[in-house]
């Protein structure tokens, strides 16, 4: 049996007006749910702030979203109150009496009077607008919560994103900390050890020896292939903490900081001025040989020794410099020997105190040149911790050898050379010697002459460090790189190129 056309269009009515119905149930309860959810999200978002994790905070702020949009989806879709929904369609429709009400609507019978009714009834609700006759009100700051949920939820993200960043990290150096170093990271090192295996060859030492006796459990365990980079790093802060202490114990027994006062003491004394001058430069292995011209001298008894007042003046000087070399006992007793000698006027005596200087001086020699060695392979192990510290290929650091070499320092004579000045950035060079200042004068002659006057004070045509460019800086840098990688210089002459280029960079360079 056909469907009554009339009865459709009534149901469809129907339909329509329920569903203003319950827009009009959620608009009462929507304020309620937006202001909850905003205030336990805002709980959320402080206690994230104020805890180091803020993935249950994102997990739960999620979950109350949800509940608050099922909650919503329920109230609209819970189940009617028919004979509520009747009577609102009723009032708001605003049917005369002459038509059916709302609940009669749905009694289909076969009447004709009945049947009139409900064309009559549709015709009159056909004619209805629900959404202007049934207007639904929601709350009017409704806006309000509903940004701030937005907002909050945003800034959950955030810290969610910054949360699962930091763990990915974490993650990742958890990773390369328990993962084997990769062999590309290890093979620079183990340059560094072979080349300290050379240095023992050409220069041997207890020391060295001691030192590669201890690191060879590290280069085997290296050498499997299985050694994680934290057990790495940690073995190498190991044999860079005992490098470090063997360099602070040579420096504490070491005559460096009163190489002046020494100089200063024998400077006066006949035959000593090459002495003064080498212990001025803290050249000790200068200073020996010097020490041992003058002794030859005293016991050949060819030395002029001081006499009254300057003898007085130069075995007081002698003692004070006795007591500043304490801590080397043989340097102090060869200038209290040396003062003795002074104040007796007993050459063979002072010529005893210069064999001892002479001895104490050359230990001293030999001290700067060990510690010369373990400052280089300092800076080897410095070099090889960074390299390992980044990724292969990253481009973070140069691949491949070392540019140090310990071995090639110790090789005589190659290169650029391999003596530095250690008072490199120490005042002028003095006059350490008695020199006569000489004048020379003439007469001119006849004839046609010319001359030419310079001074001091006229402007050179060189092109001073003030006008060097950016680009000519770049150019005159990367030669001097290429030249100290090339060139078998010593750590401290790289130092200084490295600042010299830093006194003479343009401004505005990087």
């Known amino acids: 049996m056909p469907a009554d056309p009339t009865v459709e269009g009534l149901r469809k009515q129907s339909r329509l007006a329920s569903a203003r119905y319950r827009m009009e149930r959620l608009a009462a309860v929507s304020r309620t749910l937006a202001w909850t959810l905003t205030d336990v999200l805002f709980v959320l978002l402080i206690l994230a702030l104020l805890t180091p994790v803020a993935a ?12 608050c949009l099922g909650a919503a989806i329920f109230i609209y879709r819970r189940h009617l109150d028919r004979h509520r929904l009747w009577s ?9 009496d002459s038509v059916l009400s709302a609940g009669d609507w749905e009694n289909v019978t076969a009447d004709p009077w009945r049947e009139r009714q409900r064309r009559e009834t549709l015709q009159h609700l056909e004619k ?15 806006w309000l919560p509903v940004i701030i949920s937005v907002l909050l939820t945003m800034m959950l993200g955030v810290l969610q994103h910054q ?9 990742f150096l958890q990773a390369r900390e328990e993962g084997p170093v990769a062999q590309e990271q290890i093979k620079p090192l183990e340059q560094v050890f072979q080349d ?9 030492s207890e020391e060295m020896k001691e030192l590669l006796k201890e690191i060879k459990p590290l280069r085997d365990q290296m050498a499997t292939g299985k050694m994680t980079e934290k057990e790495l790093f940690l073995k190498l802060n190991e044999v860079q903490a005992r490098v470090q202490a063997a360099k602070d114990k040579m420096e504490a027994g070491s005559l460096e900081p009163m190489a002046k006062s020494l100089a200063e003491a024998v400077k006066d004394l006949d035959g000593m001025s090459g002495l003064a001058a080498a212990l001025q430069r803290k050249d000790f292995a200068a200073a020996q040989a010097e020490a041992a011209k003058a002794e030859e001298k005293y016991n050949s008894g060819a030395a002029k020794m001081p006499e009254g007042a300057q003898a007085q003046t130069a075995a007081d000087k002698l003692g004070e410099a006795a007591k500043q070399a304490a801590k080397d006992p043989q340097a102090s007793s060869a200038l209290s020997q040396m003062q ?21 001086l050359g230990q001293q020699a030999q001290k700067q040149g060990q510690c010369k060695n373990l400052s280089t392979q300092l800076a080897q192990l410095g070099e090889c911790k960074n390299g390992m510290g980044k990724n292969p290929g990253s481009g ?6 070392p540019t140090l070499s310990l071995a090639k320092s110790l090789e005589p004579g190659k290169g650029a050379g391999t003596g530095s000045d250690p008072n490199r950035v120490g005042a002028a060079t003095q006059l350490d010697s008695n020199h006569e200042e000489m004048k020379i004068t003439g007469t001119s002659g006849e004839g046609a002459s010319e001359t030419q006057t310079e001074s001091t004070k006229d402007p050179h045509f060189e092109k001073t460090a003030g006008s060097v460019n950016s680009t000519q800086f770049s150019a005159y840098e990367k030669l001097s790189e290429e030249a ?17 280029f830093q006194d003479i960079r343009p401004q505005g360079t990087p």
Request: charged share 25%; net charge positive; glycine share 8%.
């Open 196 to 204: 300290w295996d050379e240095a023992q060859k050409i220069a041997p």
């Open 88 to 96: 609102r369609m009723d009032t708001h429709g605003k049917l005369p």
């Open 128 to 142: 209805i607008d629900w959404r202007k006759v049934w207007p639904v009100r929601w709350p009017r700051f409704l």
């Open 484 to 500: 100290t990688q090339d060139e078998n210089l010593p750590i401290a002459n790289r130092q200084m190129i490295k600042r010299y």
């Open 56 to 67: 249950w905070a994102w997990g739960l702020a999620l979950a109350l979203i949800l509940l």
């Open 396 to 401: 973070g650091i140069k691949q491949g050898p």
């Open 340 to 360: 003795s000698g002074i104040s007796k006027n007993d050459k063979k005596e002072m010529s005893k105190g210069m064999q001892g200087l002479k001895n104490s």
């Open 163 to 171: 949360y699962t960043t930091k763990s990915r990290q974490t993650q």
